[in-house]
């Protein structure tokens, strides 16, 4: 007897496996449906027994019709039977795949013909979980969607290889800064130091968008892992247990100033030659000095001793020791505020950050000259501080520093650019620190304009939205992952979205950052730890 | 370009022109007394629940003295514009040849009918012999839709609604009964028609030709008055009337439509035909036609397939690569290479 058999009751040519590559998944899906770039999509292998992952890069319509004009046929607007013949072709990057062992593997093998496309749950990403670090900073993206459950957590142990954060402004920028630090105060496996000229770090202000943000000191149940250094007022730093900032003349190196000021070179001449002297003596030299006898032909009859601040910049003109003299009386009296014949806070900073605080230098309506003094002072400290532990390990002992530390440069582009050696001291830091614990978090609004090779030593990205096409392929061209196939997510990524590709997690993650406030609400309406855990309750 | 040539081409073009003189429309309204009154302007409707019906035919193998083809047919029905279900038969295999009758109608009749065929079918026509066993199945599908659908429906299949065969004529009889006891409007559509009057000019161009010459906008239908055609073959198997109809504003060609006779709701046949008939890649055209030949067409890789597979099978039968040239080689394809 003849039959008639029912086709397609289900339409199973969609969400199946159609790509051609080991890096480069393809399928489709209804034209109706509504999908977005960054979703993650899970490839099932039945044949395999393995669960591969993939990120939608590219969204297109395609059809089944030979006619390639069909849709820009101008007659009518009217089309029947779209359902099948008419699709969206998705384009997908893997991230990897976890075997039926459960074990995370990179793509490197392909998913069988025709497997299935389905949504993953939060479950399936329970691999995850191990791989991620300990720096939560906000959930994992699909798409427009989190994927709840899925914190994404920045592992401390690759922090001193270097962070960068690469966004515009309004990005989420700060948001992203400050959650970062809440989740550094709560764990406290490194110390990180940042600089704030704003005042906004302690306790809020307004965001670029005019909304009100809370501060650090507003995270209550992480005071023990923040230390603050501040000039405020004396009220103001009872009321939030701040300390007060201060620099000696001998913290400062004559070399600071070539990070502050562009010198000639009969000025950088000067610099020079007093690269071995102390801050104090450096500072004393300049008050008294009288540039007018420069250059000093006879030394004798000046009674200048051999050896004498005066007689290492005998041969120098009048006009550069007049000019470094100015600046360093502009750098004592602009930072009067901080800066001091004796008594340094910069021993009782350090300390913090080896004991893993978050270390805030809050200097608020101090310019940024100010800023980059602190902090090119600060950073050599601890450099020369770091370098001096690395050489007391004996030939056995592990070479490993006992001591991370994390160094955070706002606007890095202003002394990370590519060919300037004023800024010696953070290059050094970006080339050579991760030996000494030391790491620099970058943030800038420039990547291009940051030097290749500092962009180089960063291994952990943390890309929040770039417009600059040229920005975004210095990014993808350092990361360590491949970042080129998420060039479209980039673009498109809004205010508090982030990819964070870190060698630590197996993939380029997309984040949602957690919005500050929502997030130490959330920690601190956590248990407290009792104060008296780790007592003893008895006599015996 | 020789002389010899050129006067050729322009002969065979002087003998089409004849057919279609520059005069046609004006011929045309004399000879058929048309008016522009005769054309019925149509109103696109929701089409409601319309089912199409599509038959495929081609040929696998032929040698000098037997031909291997497969036939199927399909159906694909719509509710306004979503289609509820699309079904189709299995490829059917048949044998066209050796012998004067052939010995597979039977057999897929009776599949089909449940008793053999009045009259046998012959094999000297191997194309013809193809396209009547398609037309069983296709046959069958129509009549079982007929009993399926909902009362209401518009049953529309691809061709006339005229027999090949005299034993498809209880079929289509026996469909058409079906359909008025059923309420179902069944519609015959045909791309092309042989149809001429005046003594072979043909019928659809001057119908055309007419609407254009006096501005009357698509969509339109008109119903052909049997006498002004020239003649008509085996009017016994006839089941329809005649229509020439344009579907939609932007139609390039007008259609033939043939109605049971007797239908008395035309007008509303063809305002649900203009309903679904402004598909924007064939404006004019029902689209559960197209659809339905989308899914019944024997595609090129479709009939490679089937070959390889049929090649194998052959070799499994025994039956070697040089015996297989021999039988169903095709000195055209070495040509070809060439």
Redesign the interface.
């Known amino acids: 007897?003849?039959?008639?058999?029912?086709?397609?009751t289900t339409d199973n040519a969609k969400y199946r496996l159609i790509g051609r590559s080991v890096l480069s998944y393809r399928f489709i899906a209804p034209h109706s449906e509504t999908l977005y770039i960054g979703d993650i999509k899970k490839i099932v292998d039945k044949t395999k027994g393995a669960t591969f992952f993939a990120k939608i890069t590219d969204l297109s319509h395609d059809s089944n019709?030979a006619?390639p004009k069909?849709?820009t046929?101008a007659?009518?607007?009217?089309?029947?039977?779209l359902?099948e013949d008419v699709f969206i072709t998705v384009d997908a990057v893997p991230l990897g795949f976890v075997d039926s062992k459960g074990k995370f593997h990179k793509a490197r093998t392909i998913p069988s013909k025709f497997s299935t496309v389905e949504d993953p749950a939060a479950e399936d990403f329970r691999f995850l979980t191990g791989q991620m670090g300990e720096i939560e900073v906000g959930l994992m993206r699909s798409g427009q969607d989190v994927i709840k459950d899925v914190a994404v957590r920045i592992p401390a142990k690759v922090l001193p290889q270097h962070m960068g954060i690469f966004a515009t402004t309004g990005m989420g920028k700060s948001n992203f800064m400050k959650t970062f630090c809440a989740s550094c105060m709560k764990v406290q496996k490194f110390g990180l130091l940042i600089v704030d000229p704003h005042g906004e770090y302690v306790s809020g202000g307004k965001s670029s968008t005019g909304d009100p943000t809370k501060g650090l000191v507003h995270y209550t149940n992480g005071k023990d892992g923040l230390a603050i250094f501040t000039i405020r007022s004396e009220a103001d730093r009872k009321k939030y247990a701040m300390n007060r900032l201060w620099l000696e003349y001998d913290d400062f190196r004559i070399s600071d100033l070539s990070i502050l000021h562009d010198l000639s070179a009969p000025q950088y001449d000067i610099v020079e030659a007093f690269s071995r002297a102390s801050g104090s003596e450096i500072i004393r030299f300049f008050e008294d000095v009288d540039p007018e006898i420069f250059p000093i032909k006879d030394a004798a009859a000046f009674g200048i001793k051999e050896g004498s601040p005066a007689w290492l910049i005998r041969n120098s003109m009048g006009g550069p020791v007049r000019v470094i003299k100015r600046q360093i009386e502009n750098l004592t009296k602009g930072n009067a505020a901080f800066f001091r014949q004796k008594g340094s806070a910069i021993p009782e900073i350090i300390k913090n950050l080896h004991e893993n605080r978050v270390v805030l230098i809050d200097i608020p309506d101090m310019g940024e000259r100010s800023e980059l003094f602190v902090l090119s002072v600060i950073t050599r400290m601890i450099m020369d501080r770091h370098r001096s532990e690395a050489r007391g390990f004996g030939i056995d002992e592990k070479q490993e520093a006992s001591h991370q530390v994390l160094i955070t440069i706002e606007e890095a582009q202003r002394v990370l650019a590519s060919g300037g050696s004023s800024t010696q001291i953070f290059r050094e830091c970006a080339m050579e620190g991760r030996k000494f614990g030391v790491g620099l978090c970058v943030i800038t609004q420039q990547p291009k304009n940051v030097d290749a090779k500092v962009l180089a030593q960063i291994n952990t990205f943390v890309v929040m939205g770039l417009g600059d096409r040229g920005d975004r392929e210095i990014i993808m061209g350092s990361a360590k992952q491949d970042l080129s196939k998420m060039e479209i997510e980039i673009q498109t990524l809004d205010r508090g979205e982030a990819i964070i590709s870190t060698i630590g997690i197996p993939f380029p993650v997309s984040t949602r950052i957690h919005r500050y406030e929502d997030y130490i609400a959330t920690l601190n309406a956590e248990s407290k730890k009792n104060i008296r855990e780790g007592l003893k309750s008895n006599f015996s | 370009m020789t002389d010899e040539y050129s006067g050729a081409v322009k002969e065979a073009a002087g003998r089409i022109r004849a057919t279609i003189p520059a005069n046609l429309v004006e011929k045309f309204q004399k000879a058929s007394g048309i008016k522009i009154s005769d054309f019925i302007s149509c109103t696109p409707a929701p089409s409601g629940e319309v089912c199409a019906v599509d038959g495929s035919n081609v040929m696998l193998l032929e040698s000098g003295s037997l031909a291997l083809a497969v036939v199927r047919a399909a159906q694909t029905t719509f509710v306004d514009m979503e289609r509820s279900r699309r079904s189709v038969t299995p490829m059917t295999f048949v044998i066209i040849g050796p012998g004067e009758e052939n010995q597979d109608f039977p057999v897929l009749y009776a599949d089909c009918f449940g008793h053999p065929p009045g009259k046998p079918l012959k094999n000297e026509d191997i194309t013809r012999a193809a396209g009547i066993l398609r037309d069983t199945v296709e046959y069958w599908v129509t009549e079982t839709m007929a009993k399926a659908l909902g009362t209401g429906a518009l049953l529309l299949r691809d061709g006339p609604l005229r027999v090949s065969h005299e034993s498809h004529n209880p079929v289509l009889t026996r469909i058409a009964l079906t359909c008025k006891e059923r309420g179902i409007g069944l519609a015959g559509i045909s791309k092309r028609s042989a149809a001429t009057w005046g003594g072979g000019h043909p019928l659809l161009p001057a119908v055309f030709g007419f609407a254009q010459v006096h501005a009357i906008k698509a969509p339109w239908w008109f119903r052909v008055d049997p006498a002004i055609l020239d003649h008509a073959a085996f009017p016994q198997w006839q089941h329809g009337e005649m229509y020439v109809s344009c579907l939609h504003p932007r139609s390039k060609r007008p259609l033939k439509i043939e109605l049971l006779a007797g239908t008395r709701n035309a007008n509303e046949i063809m305002d649900r035909l203009a309903g679904c008939s402004a598909d924007g890649r064939i404006p004019g055209y029902p689209y559960p036609l197209l659809d339905a030949h989308r899914t019944v067409v024997l595609t090129e890789e479709i009939v490679e397939q089937v070959r390889g597979d049929l090649l194998g099978r052959l070799a499994e039968a025994g039956i070697d690569r040089q015996t297989y040239e021999i039988l169903f080689g095709d000195y055209h394809d070495e040509f070809a290479r060439y």
């Open positions: 007897m003849m039959n008639l058999r029912d086709t397609e019709f006619d069909w849709d046929r007659y009518t607007g009217q089309f029947y039977g359902g």
